[in-house]
């Protein structure tokens, strides 16, 4: 790991299409391969040093074979050899080198990617798209009236939601490390030897990557969910309370300076959610407790955050009343601090008041309490606005007396990162899966006298029982109510949130998702919960209702009749009202990932875009406005890949200024873990709904319905392929577990969800994440592809002219070039030589046969399909920056996969050697850091 020249120099070695690289291209890359081997060198001394020569050796020559099979100089099999009957605790340092080479190896590309912009932004080129300068220059060619920008931009919101995930099992010792390795990085980029102190850099180099080397990469307990809890709550104070308050400044001040006779984006647009805690589909670890600590824990966090900045404030505003002007209100505000020592400092007495006020109300709300507080006896704040409103004070002091630049710095930050953040930090989204509901609500009914059997109704009796509950303002239980624990349990989960509610704020649980929503019952269920915990009330004329009732549809089948399923329930004249007292806003989530695992790649993805043509048309007849909510998970196969291309391919009227979507795993890391590059996916996230909401982007005029017929057979075709293989196929099931890591997924201390919903052994009863995550461990990325080439070909073949309609459309239509674009992204980080050294550990030979070689051939044939579609020989010649990654990093994670099918092979036949279980979940871990959305 000490040289990487044989992994860049030799012109032959290009990624998959084996198209040549231009010097200029290699020319421009070559900084951060010199980046990757100065890591790849001190990773390489740190392992020689603290394992030794024996070690070392075995990571070098595992290095050199990996490089020698892509060239193709030794077949795969010898390599293979080379960790047969490895000792377990030698194997341990060789998967730990190549999992931090992975780790290393992304801190190079994120300070390239910084590199590139740099150059492009020097070089004087316009804005690149994705980036918001980029999207201002469009919207003024535009020549849009504000009267139109100001309706389109009711409401908006971009919400990106962190959800826990069984990949990211970093510790916080490893992320912070990470980060300032990451920072160290950034001085050598901008030419500096030494930090700001005279620390040599690359020596600080070398002591953080023997940190890195000497700490555990992941815990030998199963995560619990406090630990999830706290995980995303580390995202705000390395990125989120820096970036996010900055962002929505810079983009309310854009569009006012544009349009300033429109009040547009008064309230924060990009606001972030959250789902640990919160999510209990499936998870019977998320209890009342947990909602509790979920919602202190991130009041804590914001509150804590304040205190720290009005702390640096009151010792940045030193003004002396003897030297400055100030407002009447900064001095009545001033007055309740009676301290003499600072009788003639207006504004650190105005900020003490302010700082005491909050510490009274930290002691009225939060359980624990942060640093930094202050006593002086005050009254608390009853809300975040009040809090607001004495910081907007001390501003409108500052601004009127000369002191802007002093007002334009931490004062402004702090009154954006309270505008956001609020007392409640992030949104808390209750989940529950509609069975769950239904097993509830029967229980409750009968316990009530109301109905002995609800489950026996049919729909119609049921929402005709359900709407007359929910008109009333009876509850049908008390607190000495003889319930199951299930049932339990889920009404105290719902009045822990209401308890949220009531002290953080409405924002602080501002959904209530219903999982496998299927009808409109399935939705008056959750609003009978709701309602019990005293957060609904439809009674009278003016409905009470903080929590949003979400559905989510995720089965095809399910897609298909989500905008009936709207429709009729907003025909109900009670939830209108509902519906109504929320400015006639109605969240709807879309499932990516079970519609995924249910019809497959091709036909998921239509039946979302479909879902979303017949949503857009049925908020248009009903007077609501939609916001649409994508459960988008890391891979393309759960509806992974780029966010700006991923949101400029969504149909026409779908966007409408809102966008929520769940960020999972590696992912979030990959994305939020320090400052730049958060900015950057923020400002991405921003940019493509800004202009999806204002902006023509689907392309396709007068020919979208002959389109939509093409895509309609196409999906057909696709889903009966995938069905044939998954559903169909006898053992498919067996091949799977046996083929992939699944079940070691669910047995190792991997996050804290279970991995099925229940206890079966059925594909549609697996999580999602497992189903993906196992494929891609083994290289396969299945659910990314398998199905389209088929479809493809079928309908290529059977008339003449339809390969140019196809290439016609990839031309002209985003959201199937999207859908190309991503196809190959999987297709090129799959790697069926490797899938097949898996299928080796299924043992019955017939059924190894039977399924692998129906995913070769169908592999063979989406690739010669895209490359007839697209005419592109090389699957990433839209990427050159994933093409990049797959080239530099790709021979690195081939030991990884050897060594888990060897570690899997020994806990399969009894080995329970407590190293063995470690070594393969850093097999896991390593894999997905290597590949960064691999769940």
């Avoid at 269920?525 to 995720?554: C, M, Q, R, T």
């Avoid at 873990?673 to 958060?678: D, Q, Y």
Wanted: hydrophobic letters at 40%; charged letters at 25%.
């Amino acid at each position: 790991m000490t040289e990487l020249s044989d992994a860049t120099s030799d012109t032959a070695l290009e990624p998959i299409g084996a198209v040549q690289r231009t010097q200029v291209g290699r020319e421009a890359t070559e900084p951060m391969r010199e980046d990757i081997r100065l890591l790849g060198a001190i990773l390489g001394d740190t392992v020689r040093e603290q394992n030794g020569d024996a070690v070392f050796d075995l990571v070098e020559r595992a290095r050199v074979e990996s490089f020698r099979v892509r060239r193709s100089e030794i077949d795969r099999a010898e390599l293979a050899t080379l960790f047969d009957g490895i000792d377990v605790r030698q194997a341990i340092p060789v998967i730990r080198a190549f999992t931090h080479f992975a780790l290393l190896a992304n801190v190079a590309e994120d300070i390239h990617r910084e590199r590139r912009r740099a150059v492009h932004e020097k070089a004087g080129a316009p804005p690149q798209d994705s980036s918001l300068a980029a999207t201002y220059l469009k919207l003024d060619t535009a020549e849009l009236d504000s009267d139109t920008v100001a309706d389109a931009l009711v409401g908006a919101l971009v919400s990106p939601v962190i959800t826990a995930h069984p990949t990211e099992t970093r510790r916080r010792t490893v992320f912070d490390t990470q980060h300032r390795i990451t920072e160290l990085m950034r001085l050598r980029l901008h030419g500096h030897a030494k930090t700001e102190d005279g620390r040599e850099v690359e020596r600080e180099l070398r002591r953080h990557i023997l940190t890195l080397w000497q700490t555990a990469l992941i815990r030998l307990s199963r995560l619990k969910i406090q630990d999830e809890i706290e995980t995303g709550l580390r995202y705000y104070a390395a990125a989120f309370f820096e970036v996010i308050p900055q962002v929505n400044a810079e983009v309310r001040a854009a569009f006012q300076a544009r349009w300033p006779d429109t009040e547009l984006l008064e309230e924060p647009i990009l606001r972030p959610g959250s789902w640990i805690g919160g999510d209990r589909d499936g998870n019977p670890n998320v209890t009342a407790d947990v909602v509790r600590l979920a919602t202190g824990r991130a009041a804590y966090t914001a509150l804590a955050h304040y205190f720290v900045e009005l702390t640096k404030l009151e010792e940045e505003l030193s003004m002396s009343l003897r030297l400055v002007h100030i407002s009447d209100e900064l001095t009545a505000l001033a007055e309740a601090c009676h301290e003499p020592a600072r009788a003639d400092e207006p504004y650190r007495r105005a900020l003490r008041v302010i700082h005491a006020r909050l510490t009274a109300t930290a002691q009225q709300i939060l359980d624990g309490q942060p640093e930094h507080q202050l006593d002086l006896g005050l009254e608390p704040y009853p809300t975040p606005g009040e809090l607001l409103a004495d910081l907007d004070a001390v501003d409108a002091s500052l601004r009127a007396n000369g002191s802007a630049v002093l007002a334009d710095d931490r004062l402004t930050r702090l009154r954006e990162a309270v505008r956001v953040f609020g007392f409640h930090l992030s949104g808390l989204d209750l989940r529950q899966n509609s069975d769950v509901h239904e097993e509830v609500v029967a229980e409750l009914l009968a316990w009530a006298g109301v109905h002995p059997d609800y489950a026996s109704l049919g729909e119609s009796e049921r929402v005709e029982l359900l709407a007359g509950e929910l008109a009333t303002r009876r509850p049908l239980t008390g607190p000495d109510a003889d319930l199951s624990e299930l049932a339990r349990k889920e009404l105290d989960i719902v009045t822990a949130a209401a308890r949220a509610v009531h002290v953080f704020g409405p924002q602080a649980v501002p959904n209530y998702i219903i999982s496998m929503c299927q009808s409109v019952s399935d939705m008056l269920e959750a609003a009978l919960l709701l309602k019990e915990a005293g957060l609904l009330d439809a009674s009278s004329d003016h409905p009470y209702a903080p929590v949003g009732i979400v559905p989510l549809f995720e089965t095809i089948d399910d897609l298909q009749r989500g905008s009936a399923v709207l429709e009729a329930a907003l025909d109900l004249p009670l939830y209108r009202a509902v519906v109504a007292t929320r400015g006639d806003s109605q969240e709807v989530m879309l499932g990516y990932s079970d519609s995924n695992k249910d019809g497959g790649y091709l036909a998921a993805n239509w039946a979302l875009y479909r879902a979303e043509l017949d949503l857009v048309e049925s908020a248009r007849k009903t007077g609501i406005r939609l916001r649409l909510f994508h459960g988008r998970g890391g891979t393309v196969g759960r509806g992974g890949g780029p966010s700006y291309d991923a949101i400029l391919a969504q149909p026409p009227g779908a966007v409408q200024g809102s966008l929520r979507i769940t960020e999972q795993g590696e992912v979030i890391a990959a994305k939020y873990a320090e400052p730049r590059i958060a900015h950057r996916n923020l400002e991405t996230l921003l940019a493509a709904t800004l202009e999806a909401t204002l902006l023509d982007v689907e392309g396709l005029g007068d020919t979208a319905e002959p389109a939509y017929e093409v895509l309609d057979d196409l999906a057909a075709r696709a889903q009966r392929a995938y069905s044939e293989l998954v559903h169909e196929t006898p053992g498919f099931v067996e091949y799977f577990k046996a083929s992939t890591p699944v079940s070691e997924i669910g047995a190792l201390n991997i996050g804290s969800r279970p991995a099925s919903r229940k206890p079966t052994t059925s594909i549609s009863d697996l999580r999602a994440i497992p189903w993906v995550l196992a494929w891609s461990q083994s290289r396969v990325m299945l659910p990314g592809w398998y199905g389209t080439g088929t479809a493809f070909e079928e309908w290529i073949s059977e008339e003449d002219g339809r390969l140019e309609v196809l290439q016609d459309l990839y031309r002209r239509w985003p959201f199937f070039a999207t859908v190309l674009s991503n196809m190959a992204q999987v297709l090129a980080k799959s790697d069926l030589g490797l899938a097949a050294h898996y299928a080796e550990l299924v043992e019955d030979e017939a059924l190894r046969h039977r399924v692998f070689d129906k995913i070769v051939d169908e592999h063979a044939r989406t690739i010669r399909m895209h490359k007839l579609i697209t005419g592109q020989d090389d699957l990433l010649a839209d990427n050159p920056s994933l093409a990049r990654s797959v080239f530099n990093r790709f021979p690195y994670l081939e030991p990884l996969n050897h060594l888990q099918v060897e570690l899997l092979r020994r806990f399969r036949s009894g080995d329970e050697d407590e190293l063995v279980q470690r070594g393969i979940l850093l097999t896991m871990s390593g894999l997905a850091t290597a590949l960064r959305n691999s769940g």
